[in-house]
Every structure is written in C-alpha cells, then in structure tokens.
C-alpha cells in the first residue's frame, strides 16, 4: 500500500516516519521536507495544486500536518493560520483523495474536541463535541468535513481524536509528571496503522488515548473496529501521573 503522510517532518510524523511496522511505501509530504530521505516531497496543504498532486498513486492518508501551538484563543494571527492550514489544508486533501480514488482517508482530531466534558464524566469515544479553544474548534469542524466527504463521496475516513504523545524513553518524562490522557507514542502508532486497513465503511470517529486508573475517555470503539489494545501503562512502569492539566514543558525540550 502507498501512504501519504502529511505533516511528516512535525513530532508526530518524525516518530512514524521512523518506526511504521509495515511493508507500506510511505510518501512523506511536508512544507520543509528532509532533503537526506528520498521519501520526502514538498507538500504545503493549503495549495490545492500542490495537494492534488502529491495525492497521485496513493492508496491511503495519514493526515498528521496541522496548526496548533498552545492555548485556547491567541489572537488572529494564529487563529488564521489554524482556520488555514486545519480547515482549508484538510479540505484541499478531502478534495484530493476524493478524486484520486484513495480508499482510505486518517483524520487526526484531537480529545480537545471533548475538552468540555468536565472530570469525573466518563467520555464516550464518539461523545458529541464540546470544544475549547479555537484549535479544537477547527479540528470538529475537521471531523464535520469528513462526515460530509464520507457521505456525498462514499469514502472511508477514520477520524481519530488523540491526545499529546510522548517518547517513553526521553528522560525528561523519568522526572516530569504525565498527564493520564497521553499516550505513548508505539500505542499511538499501533491506532493508525490499524486504522489504515480495519474494515471500516463512511466516517467514524474514534478516541485514542494513554491507559491508567484515571482514564474517562472510552476506548471500547477502538477496541471493536479497530483491534486496538494499549500496550504500555506508564503508571506500572513506575513513571509519576499527574493530573489532566498538568503543565506541559516547552516542545523543545522534549520533541
């Protein structure tokens, strides 16, 4: 299978770019693609040209690239620029994939979605939105999208709400309390590539996040359509929990 992932060169698509587990030809688009991988191509989401192209043989999406930052609303130079890349960008490769033909499309939302369900409430995997913040704004808009995509255009689009991932073996988390919600990032990468070949028809969305005793977001959807099954649970590995707001260290020093 050919994959397109966008977003390649970011903190995510680094870590699958490096370690997918399959025999998959990766096609690693990114607006500052690595010049050392013969994988990589240019690829600026927000020029539909640019898009249809790289869109050419591929058989499924992994769609990583995104606008996010920290905070909930910080001002309109960045609001621009996520309505730009998460919502026009997403649109311009629905709108690729659609007339390519590609067979299966990975949306990454975000658990931001639901940020509104206040803590004891247990959280459906598909619970009905309530965002904060205008980042977690465009990613439902996103997962609208592809509901409309799934249904007007017959394709197969998993809408995957994730949480912040993180590397198990960097130091920094030896020392910095966890958030209960992240999850690691071979659990993380464990969600996708069963999401590119699960038997899956329109639009579901699906929430994929870290296992401990203070998880409240519902994993049985990934379960039963995807064969998910956490793997790693930092807490019995003896890495310090914190709470859901925990503070997160700047990405530089951890990315």
Not at 53 to 58: L, N, R, V
Request: proline share 7%; aromatic share 8%; glycine share 8%.
């Amino acid at each position: 299978m050919r994959i397109l992932i966008t977003g390649a060169a970011g903190y995510v698509g680094r870590y699958f770019s490096q370690h997918w587990q399959t025999d998959d030809e990766l096609v690693l688009g990114d607006i500052h693609p690595n010049p050392d991988d013969a994988r990589c191509i240019p690829l600026d989401i927000t020029d539909p040209a640019q898009t249809r192209a790289a869109m050419q043989g591929i058989d499924a999406v992994v769609h990583l690239a995104k606008q996010a930052d920290e905070g909930p609303m910080e001002g309109d130079e960045l609001n621009n620029r996520r309505f730009d890349v998460n919502l026009k960008g997403s649109f311009n490769l629905l709108e690729a994939a659609r007339d390519a033909g590609v067979k299966r499309f990975i949306f990454t939302s975000t658990i931001m979605t639901v940020l509104g369900y206040q803590a004891p409430e247990w959280v459906a995997s598909d619970a009905v939105p309530r965002p904060v913040g205008s980042y977690a704004l465009t990613k439902q808009l996103g997962e609208v999208m592809c509901a409309h995509y799934a249904q007007q255009h017959g394709m197969s689009i998993v809408c995957l709400r994730i949480p912040k991932p993180i590397d198990l073996d960097h130091p920094l988390w030896k020392t910095h309390p966890l958030r209960p919600q992240w999850v690691p990032f071979p659990d993380l990468l464990q969600a996708y590539q069963k999401a590119v070949t699960a038997s899956i028809a329109g639009c579901e969305v699906i929430t994929i996040v870290g296992e401990s005793k203070q998880r409240r977001w519902d994993l049985s959807k990934a379960e039963q359509l995807l064969g998910y099954r956490p793997t790693l649970i930092p807490e019995e590995l003896g890495y310090q929990m914190g709470s859901e707001d925990q503070p997160i260290p700047e990405e530089s020093n951890y990315a």
